[in-house]
């Protein structure tokens, strides 16, 4: 079974641009999950979808926006680029929808350099 | 989330046990125990997860203590390619944390030859 797979897997940007990102889950899972790692702030989440619905969110200014489409590949944008931005963007997919262990598998991320 | 604690870093020498701590005493009864670990700039691979008993799966064994306050995670015969950030965390993210582990700081663990 193929896990989860982010693209692209580098990205340079400049600040004020936009950028989005993609993920695909393992096949089955309809929850994904996103979050940021910096050198600084570490692995921060996002924000989590399930089926199309947006249901938890992290403290990210409103700059970071995701959906997720009906067979569960997920995006995310992050419009008006900061040089802050600059950091390794990871999906991650669970099989579980709600109670009982929660497993992500991760992909490999999106490391996203903006200057 | 459950705040966890962990030690900043370990060494082990190649063929050991590896024993990696960690405190989560402000874990609820329904939020479970993950580890992952990370191998540099690479994403989380998951390694095991309880809830109170004690696990084992083909990468590593996990203890938890009896009032669920802390937790080991051991890796029987460690190798190079174990050397990683281990995280532990405690979490509902199959309930209302909806998706959400919350990592920490994770515990850097050398194997050496």
């Known amino acids: 079974k193929a896990g989860v797979t982010q693209t692209p897997r580098y990205l340079i940007k400049t600040r004020g641009q936009q950028v989005t990102l993609s993920c695909s889950p393992i096949s089955g899972h309809r929850s994904v999950s996103w979050y940021q790692q910096t050198p600084g702030q570490g692995l921060q989440f996002l924000f989590e979808?399930?089926?199309?619905?947006?249901?938890n969110k992290g403290n990210f200014p409103g700059r970071f926006s995701g959906r997720q489409f009906s067979n569960s590949r997920s995006e995310m944008n992050v419009s008006t680029l900061e040089l802050g931005d600059s950091a390794l963007y990871l999906c991650?997919?669970?099989?579980?929808?709600?109670?009982?262990?929660?497993?992500?598998?991760f992909g490999a991320g999106t490391r996203l350099s903006v200057l | 989330d459950a705040k966890t604690t962990q030690p900043t870093s370990m060494d082990c020498a190649e063929g050991r046990a590896a024993n990696l701590p960690c405190n989560h005493s402000?874990?609820?009864?329904?939020?479970?125990v993950y580890w992952y670990r990370q191998i540099h700039s690479q994403g989380p691979q998951y390694i095991i997860h309880?809830?109170?008993n004690n696990e084992t799966n083909e990468m590593a064994s996990l203890i938890i203590t009896e009032d669920r306050k802390s937790s080991t995670l051991i890796l029987p015969h460690a190798t190079l390619r174990d050397t990683a950030v281990y995280y532990c965390i405690g979490s509902n993210a199959g309930g209302t944390s909806y998706g959400k582990l919350t990592f920490g700081q994770g515990t850097i663990l050398t194997v050496h030859p």
């Open positions: 979808y399930f089926s199309e619905t947006q249901r």
């Open positions: 991650a997919s669970s099989l579980s929808s709600s109670g009982g262990a929660y497993i992500q598998y």
């Open positions: 402000t874990i609820s009864g329904n939020e479970y």
């Open positions: 309880g809830l109170k």
